[in-house]
């Protein structure tokens, strides 16, 4: 049975021609991709764009595909290829100066009201705030961990970075939106 | 417990998705999705990779084929009556030949009425190939037909080369007497004025000429016979040949048999086809008359020879020949 194989056998499988293994992939990967692209561009319309090419990437390539490293990895490799493509085609990419800037910004206002409750539905509103705010770079290794159930290895080798950098990056997202919900 | 300390334990939990407050509010964000049309992009896309592309494979060689077929079936359709005509003529018996063509002469509205089929006149091929030197003139005949539809032109215009196989059907009144009287004058004109020899008569009407096939010998022979009371000239045979011609079986025969197939008389046989020769073959001609003992025949062409060469300088053996 289709459903019963791993994500490496049906994207094997795909390779050899069967089309019914890249649906049972697809309908198991849709979702994870598709927010994790999204959030990535904050845009639907680019959105669809990244995620549809990236479809199309896979395809292109199946042949190429080895199950030496996980399915979802090399999904979202190809995923993160091209939301880097888009945000430099975009706009230049920012410095790390002007990352921590823009984190101490954001930190203020928040910082000082420490005691404020908010609503769950003002808890969503501003995670999804705080979070199209963060830097690409610590916006995708939060994405790539939350979404893509991805660790610290796998977002280092997938962002071709070392696993500090993952870890330093990281860091910083999660203090923007620890000091955005102020405990 | 400092805040350094608070974050490293929350990036702990967060990357063990142990008590992750941060990951338990992510998950309460709404989980967006692809819509219906994007997933069947995708998919259609997905399938299409991998599909066999058999069925455009398919249907081109059964196009090609049909094509092909399309284009021979034309070039046949356009060529067909032409080649099929062709090929009926040279493969059909003269009797059919005749049949087909007074067809089409009766077909043509401007030709006369024929008054009945005419019988299948058998080609004289000695004759005619005594006379052959006449052959660079026969289209004269069929050309008076002027027929007005396509197929009787077509006809026409192939009667020259179907005339050696097959008379060709006339629709001439009088289409027996005619080549005759043109043949006498011929004669006679050559007999007053030396006429060039006819350079341009086809060389195979030239070689049967001079190297007649036995049944032209016999004809021959048989013309020689009936020698003695033709020293008149040829014009005076001519005239009463052509005088003997049966009115009313030349009403009954209308499709007349060219003039090339229309027996002369045997002092035109004898003279006239020579006096078209090349001087060399004339004279090989009455050598040879001469070897066959047929002496009267020889000097009588030799006269004409002399007549239209008389600088001509004859062998030996002719010039004591009176």
Not at chain 1, 66 to 84: D, G, P, V
Not at chain 2, 94 to 115: Q, Y
Not at chain 2, 224 to 234: A, E, F, T
């Amino acid at each position: 049975m289709g459903a019963e194989k791993t994500d490496e056998e049906l994207m094997l499988a795909y390779a050899q021609g069967d089309a019914r293994a890249f649906e049972t992939l697809y309908a198991r990967q849709r979702g994870m991709l598709y927010r994790y692209v999204l959030r990535s561009v904050g845009d639907r319309a680019l959105a669809d764009d990244v995620y549809q090419e990236t479809w199309s990437r896979l395809v292109v390539s199946r042949t190429r595909y080895r199950a030496e490293s996980k399915f979802s990895t090399w999904l979202l490799q190809i995923a993160h290829n091209l939301i880097i493509d888009t945000f430099r085609r975009a706009w230049p990419q920012a410095g790390a100066e002007e990352t921590d800037t823009i984190l101490r910004e954001l930190d203020a206002p928040e910082s000082e009201q420490p005691e404020r409750v908010l609503s769950e539905f003002e808890q969503r509103r501003r995670l999804q705030m705080v979070l199209d705010a963060l830097p690409l770079e610590q916006r995708e290794a939060f994405l790539l961990r939350i979404e893509g159930g991805l660790g610290l290895e796998e977002i280092s080798r997938l962002t071709g970075v070392g696993q500090e950098t993952t870890k330093s990056r990281l860091r910083y997202a999660l203090a923007k939106i620890r000091e955005r919900f102020s405990e | 417990m400092s805040g350094n300390e608070k974050l490293e334990r929350e990036l702990e939990s967060f990357l063990a998705e142990e008590n992750s407050r941060i990951a338990a509010l992510y998950r309460t964000l709404p989980r967006q999705e692809p819509d219906a049309a994007l997933d069947a992009s995708v998919l259609a896309m997905a399938r299409n990779a991998v599909a066999p592309k058999r069925s455009r494979n398919r249907w081109l060689p059964a196009l090609s084929a049909a094509a092909v077929v399309l284009i021979v079936a034309g070039v046949a359709y356009r060529a067909g009556p032409h080649v099929w005509n062709n090929r009926g003529t040279q493969t059909t018996s003269p009797i059919g030949n005749a049949a087909d063509e007074a067809k089409t002469t009766v077909a043509s509205p401007a030709s006369p009425p024929v008054a009945a089929a005419p019988p299948a006149q058998e080609p004289r091929p000695s004759v005619t190939a005594d006379l052959g030197v006449y052959a660079a003139k026969p289209a004269a005949a069929p050309a008076k037909t002027a027929p007005t539809d396509t197929l009787a032109r077509r006809k026409t215009a192939e009667a020259p080369r179907l005339q050696s196989s097959a008379p060709a059907p006339q629709v001439f009144a009088q289409p027996q007497a005619a080549p005759v009287e043109v043949e006498a004058e011929r004669a006679d004109k050559s007999a007053a004025t030396p006429a060039p020899p006819a350079r341009d008569a086809p060389l195979q009407s030239l070689d049967a000429t001079i190297f007649p096939s036995k049944e032209a010998q016999k004809t021959e022979a048989a013309a020689s016979v009936q020698d003695d009371d033709q020293k008149d000239g040829s014009r005076g045979r001519a005239k009463a040949t052509s005088g003997a011609v049966n009115p009313a079986q030349s009403r009954a025969a209308p499709t007349a048999m060219a003039p090339e197939f229309v027996p002369a008389p045997a002092a035109a046989m004898t003279a006239a086809p020579n006096n078209r020769l090349y001087p060399e073959h004339w004279i090989s001609n009455i050598e040879k008359l001469l070897r066959e003992n047929r002496r009267d025949e020889a000097i009588r062409n030799l006269d004409e020879f002399r007549k239209q060469y008389p600088d001509y300088r004859l062998p030996d053996d002719l010039r004591e020949l009176k």
